[in-house]
């Protein structure tokens, strides 16, 4: 192997093939290099989110019809990132090599990915690189969900998974829109989602968030767990229900919760929405200014290094991370 050709490979976490995060390993492989629109990110950390589970696994099914139907087009696992740009491509007007990025890439569980300019902005200042990877993708899919209840400063919320990478988020993002929060998390967690501004917690291991005789305007459903029929119960007449979380839709689709809401919300006064949230430059610039600002923090559970992606995976799909872990290449 010639000096030149080592320039030109990297560290990377890589499948060849969809399961558990058994799969997942630790390889040199090929550098990416940048398309014209595109460019190539040196990655100083990666945050875990769910989207890489379903990549990793290929379920639902229907991921496969993007990502592969036997294997993984793009064998490197991981979307969040934050970096220093290290090329561009030829019609990158927005970035130049040196500048510190965040957003999301195509396989940031390595030492370089390759990134879309649309969907990176410049980091924000006051956040390191750790604390600016775990923003993109979770809370965009916060952001996106909470615009679409409509959400009005005095209005009450009820968020599930609250003390999880979305929900920590939600949360926030909530109290600064004026909302009167009330989070869904295990016991270990109740304490976490209150210093996040949450006014109530509901320990869902203890209590039936229906069985109590209140009513909320919105319902923001991360955990992907309740039917649509016992969460509209806890809905207002003429409340929103935002589903977000997909880990309970099925194996095919992962969207049977979402069409079934989409058949009864058919003349009725409540409304059933179930947005797209894909991460772009325009809410990133929105969540950068909130950052700077200090009105949202991120919050880093557990930090991992390129090498233990696996067990930081397994934590993620057995909902042990408080807020959101991420890998750490620098």
Same mark, same amino acid.
């Given at each position: 192997? %010639? ?11 890589? #499948? ?45 099914? $229907? ?18 990132? &934050? ?10 007007? $927005? ?13 940031? @569980? ?18 390191? @690189?750790?604390? +600016? ?15 679409? &209840?409509?959400?009005? &400063? ?19 993002? $909530?109290?600064?829109?004026? $909302? ?11 304490? @976490?989602?209150?210093? =996040?501004?949450?006014? /109530?917690?509901? /320990? ?12 909320? /305007? ?21 409340? %929103? ?26 003349? +009725?006064? #409540? ?16 969540? !950068? ?11 880093? /559970? ?21 807020? !959101?872990?991420?890998?750490? =290449?620098?």
């Amino acid at each position: 192997m %010639t000096a030149h050709s080592t320039d030109l490979l990297m560290t990377a976490i890589v #499948q060849d093939r969809y399961g558990s995060a058994d799969v997942l390993q630790l390889r040199e492989i090929e550098r990416p290099r940048p398309r014209p629109d595109e460019v190539i990110v040196r990655v100083h950390a990666a945050g875990v989110d769910f989207g890489v589970w379903h990549l990793m696994a290929g379920l639902p099914y $229907a991921v496969r019809l993007v990502s592969g139907l036997r294997r993984p087009r793009n064998p490197v696992r991981g979307l969040e990132l &934050a970096g220093v740009v290290e090329e561009v491509g030829a019609k990158v007007t $927005a970035f130049a090599p040196g500048d510190e990025v965040f957003g999301v890439g195509e396989g940031s @569980f390595a030492e370089y990915a390759r990134a879309a300019q649309s969907k990176l902005a410049h980091k924000p200042s006051n956040l390191g @690189f750790a604390e +600016a990877a775990v923003v993109p993708v979770s809370a965009t899919t916060a952001l996106v969900g909470l615009r679409a &209840a409509k959400l009005e &400063a005095g209005q009450k919320v009820l968020i599930t998974g609250a003390g999880g990478g979305v929900g920590s988020y939600a949360v926030q993002l $909530a109290r600064a829109m004026g $909302a009167e929060v009330t989070g869904v998390c295990s016991t270990s967690k109740l304490d @976490f989602v209150r210093s =996040l501004g949450a006014t /109530d917690v509901i /320990d869902y291991t203890r209590e039936d968030i229906t069985s109590a005789d209140r009513t909320y /305007d919105a319902i923001i459903d991360l955990a992907g767990s309740r039917s649509v029929s016992s969460l509209r119960r806890a809905l207002a007449p003429t409340g %929103t229900l935002v589903l977000l979380g997909g880990e309970g839709g099925g194996t095919w689709l992962g969207m049977g919760r979402q069409v079934w809401s989409q058949i009864i919300g058919i003349g +009725a006064r #409540q409304n059933f929405r179930s947005p797209l949230a894909l991460v772009n430059e325009k809410d990133l610039q929105v969540l !950068k200014e909130m950052l700077q600002t200090g009105k949202l923090k991120p919050v880093v /559970d557990r930090r991992y290094p390129l090498s233990e992606v696996p067990t930081a995976v397994r934590a993620l799909a057995a909902g042990h991370s408080r807020g !959101k872990s991420v890998i750490t =290449l620098s």
